[in-house]
C-alpha cells in the first residue's frame, strides 16, 4: 500500500485510535481520539478547545497514536504514527460533520460547535504490523517532509556464516543466500534473537 491507502485505512477502518501526548510534567498521557479524514499526506481530527488534550497539543506540537483492527491477536492489523501537529480552526468542521454524522449526536446545535477545533496531522513517521499474514508482514512510511527512520536488526559484513541466528529467528526471515546474511525486514519481528547469539557481534541495533 501507498501513504494514502494507510491513512484512509486508518479512518475509514479503524477510525478511533489510542493517541498519546506529554502533559507539562513530561509524562505521557493517552486518549481515544476519532480520525475523521484524510488525504494524499494528513489525517485530521477534531477536539474541543476546553480540554487537557487541546493544551497538550498546543505545547508540544506532536503526537504519537496506534490503531488497531481485528477480533484477536492473530488476526490483527496495528498501525502506528509519529507526527507534527497544527490546529486548523473552525472553518472546516462543518464538512467534517458531513462526513462523520454521528457527530451531531454528541453536539447537537451550531452554538455547542464552537467550542470545536481541527487539528492536522501534516508530516510524520508510520508502521503496519501485520499479524494476520504469514509470515508477518512490517511496512514503513512517511508522510509530508519527514524523512524515513530506519530501524531493526541489519546483519553487517563481520558475518561469519555459522547459522546462529537461523536457529533462533522466530519468522524464518534471515536469507542465507551469501554472506553476509540478509535480514528481510518486511518480515522481522525485531525480537533481538539474532543480535543475542551472533558470536562475533555482527548482528546491530538501528
Same mark, same amino acid.
Given at each position: 500500500m501507498e501513504t494514502r491507502d494507510y491513512l484512509s485505512y486508518i479512518v475509514n477502518e479503524i477510525h478511533t485510535v489510542i493517541v498519546a501526548t506529554v502533559d507539562k510534567d513530561g509524562l505521557p498521557v493517552t486518549a481515544a481520539i476519532d480520525m475523521v479524514d484524510s488525504d494524499d499526506n494528513s489525517l485530521y481530527f477534531l477536539t474541543a478547545k476546553g480540554k487537557n488534550f487541546y493544551d497538550r497539543l498546543k505545547d508540544k506540537n506532536f503526537l504519537a497514536f496506534t490503531a488497531m483492527k481485528g477480533e484477536d491477536t492473530m488476526s490483527r492489523v496495528a498501525i502506528s504514527i509519529r507526527g507534527k501537529v497544527r #490546529? *486548523? /480552526?473552525?472553518e472546516?468542521?462543518?464538512? *467534517? +460533520? #458531513?462526513k462523520n454524522k454521528y457527530m451531531y449526536e454528541i453536539y447537537p446545535t451550531i452554538e455547542s460547535r464552537q467550542a470545536l477545533t481541527v487539528f492536522q496531522i501534516y508530516e510524520g513517521n508510520g508502521e503496519c504490523f501485520d499479524l494476520s499474514k504469514k509470515p508477518i508482514e512490517r511496512a514503513n512510511f512517511t508522510f509530508g517532509n519527514a524523512s524515513q527512520e530506519r530501524s531493526g536488526y541489519f546483519i553487517t559484513d563481520g558475518c !561469519? /556464516?555459522?547459522n546462529k541466528c537461523i536457529e533462533v529467528c522466530p519468522q524464518n526471515c534471515i536469507i !542465507?543466500?551469501? !554472506?553476509?546474511y540478509v535480514i528481510e525486514q518486511n518480515h =522481522? *519481528?525485531?525480537c533481538g534473537n539474532c +543480535?543475542?547469539? =551472533?558470536p562475533v557481534g555482527a548482528v546491530e541495533r538501528r
Open positions: #490546529e *486548523l /480552526g473552525y472546516n468542521i462543518p464538512k *467534517l +460533520f #458531513e !561469519i /556464516g555459522c !542465507i543466500d551469501s !554472506i553476509p =522481522c *519481528l525485531h +543480535f543475542r547469539v =551472533c
